[in-house]
């Protein structure tokens, strides 16, 4: 697995450091390192094993030799775990470091730079500041909309008990005023009832006195004077019958005034 190992990480550097992209100089360099970091294959492996994780970020210290590999799922995922638990002890990693899979992944270990990593754990820390942004903004705004639906509430309840008590005082005077009206009328049918009585028990006593005046000229002449003074009492009772009338009259055509203002 060793021999592999090294097999690949000459492979990938070979491919990623060509002489077109660097000097001779750079890529001697460059594979003594991945040489000298190839020897600890089994190392890393073992490191990747027991954090569970896809990869390790591995170099070596400059000062000491001695091998550092940061476990993570990628790149920027080694190194955010780096930073999440500092060490000032640990060494200072060099400007490009090697991102090596776990052994049973078939991908080429990778050349990753630690400008890269480092711009990718300050975009995550800009995110995650973004996202606790957002998440507060959006807390404050459910607490204002329910604020806001609080008192939306509040005012809907008030204004349909100020509706309903208004409705109620104006259902009340109405019905009163209906009253009112109910009784006008009863009075108004009484007071017909009443004069339609009078009248006809009027005509009713025109109609027997003319009858006995007729009945005492018939008889007798002597009673000439009685009849004569009957005749008075006639006259003065149909002059007395004539102002009821006329009296009743005014008071109908009052109630009538009253009735059509009614309605």
Not at 42 to 63: C, K, V, W
Not at 121 to 140: K, N, Y
Not at 141 to 149: D, G, K, Y
Request: glycine share 4%; hydrophobic share 45%.
């Amino acid at each position: 697995m060793g021999g592999l190992y090294a097999v690949l990480l000459a492979l990938a550097l070979v491919g990623c450091a060509g002489p077109s992209l660097v000097t001779p100089e750079q890529a001697r360099g460059i594979r003594d390192r991945e040489r000298a970091l190839a020897a600890h294959g089994t190392a890393i492996q073992l490191a990747i094993r027991e954090a569970g994780a896809e990869g390790a970020l591995a170099f070596l210290d400059t000062s000491t030799g001695r091998l550092v590999a940061l476990p993570g799922d990628s790149p920027a995922d080694a190194w955010a775990r780096r930073a999440a638990k500092p060490d000032a002890a640990a060494p200072s990693p060099p400007p490009v470091l090697t991102f090596v899979h776990r052994a049973d992944i078939p991908i080429a270990p990778e050349p990753v730079t630690l400008a890269a990593v480092q711009r990718q754990q300050a975009l995550r820390t800009s995110l995650a500041a973004l996202e606790s942004d957002f998440q507060e903004t959006h807390r404050r705004l459910e607490e204002r909309v329910a604020a806001v639906q609080r008192e939306l509430t509040e005012s809907v309840q008030t204004s349909k008990r100020d509706s309903d008590t208004a409705l109620a005082a104006t259902r009340a005077e109405l019905q009163k005023a209906l009253t009112g009206v109910a009784d006008d009328l009863a009075s108004t049918r009484r007071f017909m009832l009443q004069t339609a009585q009078l009248a006809w028990l009027n005509h009713e006593t025109n109609v027997e006195n003319a009858n006995a005046v007729r009945k005492v000229a018939s008889a007798s002449q002597e009673l000439s004077s009685s009849s004569a003074k009957l005749e008075d009492t006639i006259r003065q009772l149909s002059q007395t019958l004539s102002a009821q009338l006329r009296e009743l009259s005014n008071r109908l055509d009052a109630l009538q005034g009253k009735v059509s203002s009614l309605k």
